[in-house]
């Protein structure tokens, strides 16, 4: 009867330790489940950031490679740029031979000279056009804006096919050096009369130079003034000779209408 009765005993503590175990195992698992769905969401929230990060680095080194790119292009095409620039202010350059002819360069060309800028080449083809040309390169110096220093630095730059020496001019005849014949007296009976003169007209005029005429040769041309004529032989003096007769359009007495009047009465032969 004991011995059944410890056989019952062992088999329920057997029973009690099976249960307790499998409830011990059953706790465990619920546990585990529990801290599985607890921890999901912390996972998901960690994948996502991480998603993310990756694709805004990803934009960074995208936006970072193609500014790069831009960069570059744009310092390879600022290089390029400059060279074409270089190669072309070079070849200007190089295009111009020295010395130049005064008569025949062009503004283009005067720049090229040190210390001529485009408005004193502008200046100095403008006033070649006024005179008609070039005598000698000292003339240079009637151009404004154009000093001793800067006609030294271009001087021997230029040349003249054909170049005057205006430092000593043969004087012009004036009516003061014209030698006036003596008359000697005579007797009345012997004097011969003078006949009149006819005046010239205009058609049988020839044209009057400029550089020759005396004060009664000027006054010849038609309603000219004995101030103008005055004028015209002071600066025929002051200047040595005329280089061309667009000059009397400086003249403070000549007005355009009158000079387009005369223009094919007078000319410039002589220097």
């Known amino acids: ?14 029973a009690v330790l099976a249960a307790g175990a499998v409830g011990l195992i059953a706790w465990q698992g619920f546990q585990y489940v529990k801290e599985s769905e607890r921890s999901e969401p912390v996972r998901r929230i960690q994948a996502v950031t991480t998603m993310q990060t990756e ?18 292009s744009a310092q390879k095409k ?11 202010a070079a070849s200007e350059t190089s295009t111009v031979a020295f010395p130049l002819e005064l008569n025949a360069a062009s503004a283009e060309e005067l720049e090229q000279l040190p210390g001529i800028g485009p408005v004193l080449a502008e200046r100095i083809v403008s006033y070649r056009s006024q005179i008609g ?4 390169r000292e003339q240079l110096l009637d151009v404004e804006g154009i000093g001793t220093a800067t006609y030294a630095a271009i001087v021997d730059l230029l040349y003249l ?13 004036t ?17 011969p009369e003078e006949s009149p003169q006819e005046p010239v007209t205009e058609a049988e005029m020839q044209p009057v130079d400029l550089n020759t005429a005396s004060r009664k040769e000027l006054m010849q041309i038609p309603d000219m003034t004995p101030e103008l004529a005055e004028e015209i032989l002071q600066f025929r003096q002051e200047n040595q000779y005329f280089s061309s007769v667009y000059e009397l359009l400086y003249l403070e007495h000549m007005t355009d ?3 387009q009047k005369i223009r094919e009465k007078i000319v410039v032969l002589s220097k």
């Open 257 to 259: 209408s009158y000079f």
């Open 161 to 173: 096919t054909e170049e005057y020496d205006l430092s000593d001019p043969a004087e012009p005849e």
């Open 133 to 136: 040309c070039f005598q000698n």
């Open 1 to 14: 009867m004991k011995q059944n009765h410890q056989e019952w005993l062992n088999r329920g503590i057997a």
């Open 55 to 72: 694709s805004v680095t990803a934009e960074d080194a995208v936006q970072m490679t193609a500014a790069s790119t831009s960069a570059a």
């Open 175 to 191: 009516e003061e050096s014209q030698v006036v014949p003596e008359v000697s007296e005579a007797e009345p009976g012997n004097v």
């Open 78 to 88: 600022t290089t390029k740029h400059a060279e074409t620039r270089t190669s072309a």
